[in-house]
């Protein structure tokens, strides 16, 4: 039991981490680059293909290891990491909206 909650808090925290990098990213983008320039076809290119990969990985992270423990026969341990990581990124967002409604 105890590596199911250790990988989960990994997971979990990887996920929140990856989160916060391309929320950080889209939050100071505009501050970086110059924004007077007409938009192009690339703009949505670059947001589709992001969600695409935003949702790979994170659907990795959290469905990944559950999944093969799951077709392996392992699938109490499978379901347990699977909350487990649902549970740990759960309290990760919650510590997140505390931080923002009490920040204020």
Request: glycine share 4%.
């Amino acid at each position: 039991m105890n590596i199911i909650i250790k990988t989960a808090t990994i997971n979990a925290v990887l996920t929140a981490l990856y989160v916060s990098t391309i929320s950080t990213f889209f939050f100071y983008i505009p501050k970086i680059f110059d924004n007077s320039k007409p938009d192009t076809v690339f703009a949505p290119i670059m947001m589709l293909s992001l969600l695409v990969f935003s949702v790979a990985l994170v659907g990795a992270l959290i469905f990944g290891r559950p999944m093969l423990w799951y077709l392996d026969g392992k699938k109490k341990e499978a379901i347990s990491l699977f909350f487990y990581t649902l549970g740990a990124f759960l309290i990760i967002t919650i510590i997140a909206l505390l931080a923002l409604f009490l920040g204020r």
